[in-house]
C-alpha cells in the first residue's frame, strides 16, 4: 500500500465549478506539501502545511492531522486550473518527499 | 523563479552508455534533489544533499550514482544506462528540509535510453 494516495485520479469539470482533491496518508509526517504540474511538464509547488488552512487565491488546502487527511480546493475553476495536482509528504529525517500518484484535473470551457 | 538549470533538456543515448546530467542553483540552497517521473509510479526520489560533499539514497537509487562538489552544482550519473532508466528527470532545491520549507523544481530532463 502506498504511503500517499490520492482521490480522484482522474476528474473533469466545468469552469467556475468548486473542486476538491483528497490526499490520505499512512505514516506521521512532518509536513504536506501540494504541487501542480501542468502540460509541458514544469512543477510548481502550492503549499506546504502541517496544521489547519492555507489560502491562496482561489486555491485552498487544508490539513487534519489526527485523520491524515488533506484536501485542496479550488473555488470558480477555470480551464488554466487544467493541470495535474500531487500531493507529497515530508517523513523520517523530514529532508524529503514521498509523493502521491496524482490528479488529473480538466477544467472545461 | 527559483534559479535551477538542469541539462541537457533532452538526451537520446545507448544502453551501456554513461550518461551524466546536471543540476545547477543560483539561490545557494543547502538541500538539492533528483527525481524521476514515470507513468504510473509518479514522482520517487533517487538521491540528495544536503551539503558539499553530503548526498544520501532516496526510494530508487540503484544505478545512480550524485556528487556535489561546490553548493551550485549537484551530478546525477548513471554509469552504464539502461532502457529501464528512460523517464523524465526533475532536479528541485530547497534551503531547509522538506518539512520546513517548499521545494523549487528544474524544467525537467526527458531522457531515453534506446
Known amino acids: 500500500k502506498n504511503e500517499v494516495e490520492q482521490s480522484p485520479q482522474n476528474l473533469t469539470a466545468q469552469e467556475g465549478e468548486f473542486i476538491t482533491i483528497n490526499c490520505s496518508y499512512s505514516?506521521?509526517?512532518?509536513?504536506l506539501h501540494w504541487l501542480q504540474q501542468h502540460p509541458g511538464g514544469g512543477i510548481v509547488s502550492l503549499f506546504m502545511?502541517?496544521?489547519g488552512k492555507k489560502k491562496h487565491g482561489r486555491l485552498i488546502a487544508t490539513i487534519n492531522i489526527q485523520e491524515k487527511h488533506s484536501s485542496l480546493h479550488i473555488t470558480a475553476s477555470h480551464p488554466r486550473d487544467s493541470a495535474v495536482y500531487i500531493c507529497a509528504v515530508s517523513t523520517g529525517s523530514a529532508r524529503q518527499l514521498t509523493f502521491g500518484s496524482g490528479t488529473q484535473l480538466t477544467v472545461l470551457p | 523563479d527559483a534559479g535551477i538549470t538542469q541539462s541537457p533538456r533532452h538526451k537520446v543515448t545507448e544502453t551501456g552508455t554513461p550518461v551524466t546530467l546536471r543540476c545547477h542553483q543560483t539561490?545557494?540552497?543547502?538541500?538539492m534533489y533528483w527525481y524521476r517521473q514515470d507513468p504510473g509510479h509518479g514522482l520517487r526520489l533517487i538521491h540528495y544533499?544536503?551539503?558539499?560533499?553530503?548526498?544520501d539514497k532516496g526510494e530508487v537509487s540503484d544505478g545512480y550514482s550524485v556528487s556535489r562538489s561546490k553548493t551550485e552544482d549537484f551530478l546525477l550519473t548513471l554509469e552504464s544506462a539502461t532502457s529501464s532508466q528512460t523517464s523524465v528527470y526533475f532536479c528541485?532545491?530547497?534551503?531547509?528540509?522538506?518539512?520546513?520549507?517548499?521545494?523549487?523544481f528544474g524544467d525537467g530532463t526527458r531522457l531515453s535510453i534506446l
Open positions: 505514516v506521521g509526517i512532518s509536513a
Open positions: 539561490e545557494n540552497h543547502r538541500y
Open positions: 502545511l502541517s496544521s
Open positions: 528541485a532545491i530547497s534551503d531547509q528540509g522538506a518539512a520546513f520549507q517548499t521545494q523549487h
Open positions: 544533499s544536503y551539503g558539499v560533499k553530503d548526498t
